[in-house]
DNA sequence: AATGGGTGTTGCAGATGTTGCAACGCCGTC
DNA sequence: GACGGCGTTGCAACATCTGCAACACCCATT
């Protein structure tokens, strides 16, 4: 809508694959030199963009310390997290916690190995919407007609043999998702690899994150692994009865948590 | 320099305090409501920033994203061998590069004496965790529970008769390079050569690299070594500073490293 | 030393994109 | 049912941004 700030704001991705010089940054975006001159100064008095010693432009610290906060102020996260570290002390596999927002599905927490961890590994990144358990929860959730639309435009890539093939698959697979309640992806992005998830929903109803369960074949069996199932899905509840403000909000005495 | 950018991007620390209503924005931004919806919207057409169901506009994940790819692209070997290589013309002797990757501690560069290399000697080889000086700056910024269990797990070769004896004795000194920032291994590895050590930082306050300075005995004494320290020191914290694009606020003429 | 190609930078006139206004639609409240 | 608040749209006036061309600078080359 805003001619200017549009490239502005487009020098970023670009600039997130790797240092560029100001050249490359006019040609990659179309413009003059001058004018991605000016582009990156501005972004450069926002701490958006940091310029290294050979002269190139970089993501700046400010951009990372928007990202810490915008974060932060995701609440669900917030609620969330001791009881992804209660789960993780529990079953000792990773556990995930997700959101949909933009047509994207984004990893928020992650509690691995009783190593709670910030802005490290996945957290942040989108994760493989076609073949996700967390993924097929949120979008599960959408209504039927967004649901269709979603499907169609996503691509399908064949991670793995047991990867979601085509939007008809995928949508016969939210159908028992949201169904049943729950989701599993069981060596649909690395062969080696299953996970088990459950949502979590808000006040209204809707589901507002997703949480999973993640271990390798070689831990335990995709079997071994469902039989945890029960305990991913009362920790999913348990959240969404602190966040939808159903729970005893006994904001102390977290312990009468009934994740267990 | 560029208004319209600058405006938008104000927009930015301005939602990381909280979400806000496009009346709030018009306000504190100091234009009219129209401008502000545009801004607004080209920032959401590119993730940054996101509607939630009030209708109010909170930071965008995407910002994760973006720092997520963004640090994942970074290089910290090629940011820090310019200035490995200029500690190196100042001092002459050894200097080396570390990283902690999968309960090992490798180098990753290594300038000598004027000979920049790269795939010789050590580069990529597990450093002796025990005792060098960068794997103990590696471990000592792990959290205490992790610090302990790996001390555990470890094996304490004597290689000399400084070398590290046991876990107890590990983790004191782990605690003491913690607290001191840099660290030293003064012939724990070979009997007649000493290191001098020293963190480099990420955004985030992590450890995600460590350098150092190594000498045999009969070119300088440990003592001598030393005195060495506060350039090794200046050095990673420019390191740091790049790596995590703490920019110096003089848009202009910032000179140069003061790695000096 | 001098030349040349490669950067990044500046000033400027033209015109494109942006601005603020005023009016509209919408929703909840009084 | 009218009011007030809020977000949204179309438009004309204007300020801002654009691309150009020339310049400054550094480095490698001759």
Redesign the interface.
């Known amino acids: 809508?805003?001619q200017?700030?549009?490239r502005?704001?487009?020098i970023?991705?670009l600039?997130?694959?790797?240092p560029a010089d100001l050249g490359q940054v006019a040609d990659r975006l179309g413009v003059h030199k001058s004018t991605a001159l000016?582009?990156l100064?501005?972004?450069?008095?926002?701490?958006?963009v940091?310029?290294?010693?050979d002269q190139r432009y970089?993501?700046?610290?400010r951009?990372?310390?928007?990202?810490?906060?915008?974060?932060e102020?995701l609440d669900v996260r917030e609620i969330a997290h001791p009881h992804l570290v209660a789960l993780n002390e529990r079953i000792g596999h990773t556990v995930h916690l997700a959101?949909h927002?933009?047509g994207?599905v984004?990893y928020?927490d992650k509690v691995e190995s009783?190593?709670p961890v910030?802005?490290y590994s996945r957290?942040?990144?989108?994760v493989a919407i076609t073949v996700a358990a967390v993924a097929k929860l949120l979008l599960a959730d959408l209504p039927e007609a967004e649901r269709r639309a979603v499907a169609e435009k996503l691509d399908y890539p064949t991670y793995t043999s047991r990867s979601t093939p085509n939007a008809a698959a995928f949508l016969t697979e939210l159908a028992t998702v949201r169904e049943q309640g729950w989701a599993t992806d069981l060596g649909g992005h690395e062969e080696s690899i299953n996970c088990i998830g459950a949502p979590i929903h808000g006040a209204d109803g809707r589901v507002v994150a997703a949480m999973s369960v993640s271990a390798p074949n070689v831990v335990v069996t995709a079997e071994e692994l469902l039989t945890l199932l029960p305990q991913v899905r009362r920790t999913a509840e348990a959240i969404s009865r602190e966040y939808s403000g159903t729970a005893p909000n006994t904001p102390s005495a977290q312990g009468s948590s009934d994740d267990r």
């Open positions: 809508m805003s200017t700030v549009d502005a704001l487009s970023l991705p600039l997130a694959q790797g000016r582009l100064r501005t972004l450069h008095e926002h701490g958006l940091y310029r290294q010693e970089r993501l700046g610290a951009l990372f310390a928007l990202a810490q906060e915008a974060v102020n959101v927002e933009e994207e984004l928020i009783r190593y910030r802005m957290i942040g990144k989108p």
